[in-house]
């Protein structure tokens, strides 16, 4: 019986360190001997700086305006120390559902115990598609135009809530210095 247990238990630990989830976590980089926190002002790239068009870039502009008011940075458009650009890829991701399954038992008749393991093939799994977006943000140089800083979110739903857009741009953030006071 303990036997039973202990291999029950170790295939729920199997199984469990084999899911995962389809979200890759936010990523960012800056370029080398760049002294981000010592700046003090940014601007929007001239594409941007206008009215955005639509709900979604109202929103990103204003969280991103947020996050950048929060880490010390002031809002310019004479002469910013850097530019902020950002851009929304859709994607179309595709999931394949794993065709194997496996049971595990536990129970009794009678007096007996027992306990077994089964396992189940399908032929093939379902694929399911779904559409999401990925958020790229950039830090240029407003001389150059070189990239000094850039930052990948997770990927998120296709039609987001304002929450939602908070919650990925908050994210992406996390990795851009805060100002140096």
Same mark, same amino acid.
């Given at each position: 019986m303990r036997l039973g247990v202990a291999v029950i238990i170790g295939l729920l630990v199997l199984m469990s360190g084999c899911s995962s989830g389809d979200q890759p976590k936010p990523d960012w980089d800056a370029a080398p001997g760049i002294d981000i926190p010592a700046f003090a002002t940014f601007g929007w790239v001239d594409e941007i700086s206008g009215s955005p068009n639509t709900i979604l870039e %109202?929103?990103?502009s204003t969280a991103l305006r947020s996050e950048f008011l929060k880490k010390g940075y002031? #809002? %310019?458009?004479?002469?910013?120390d850097f530019l902020v650009r950002y851009e929304t890829v859709e994607l179309e991701l595709a *999931?394949?559902?794993n065709p194997v399954s496996i049971g595990i038992g536990v129970g009794s008749w009678g007096s007996n115990v027992g306990g077994s393991v089964g396992t189940s093939v399908g032929v093939g799994g *379902? #694929? #399911?598609v779904r559409l *999401?977006?990925?958020l790229t943000v950039r830090a240029l140089d407003p001389e150059t135009s070189q990239e000094v800083w850039i930052g990948i979110t997770t990927t998120f739903e296709q039609r987001p809530n304002a929450a939602e857009i908070d919650r990925v741009v908050a994210g992406v953030m996390k990795?851009?210095?805060d100002k140096r006071r």
């Open positions: %109202t929103q990103i002031v #809002e %310019t458009s004479d002469a910013p *999931k394949q559902s *379902k #694929e #399911e *999401k977006n990925r990795g851009f210095p």
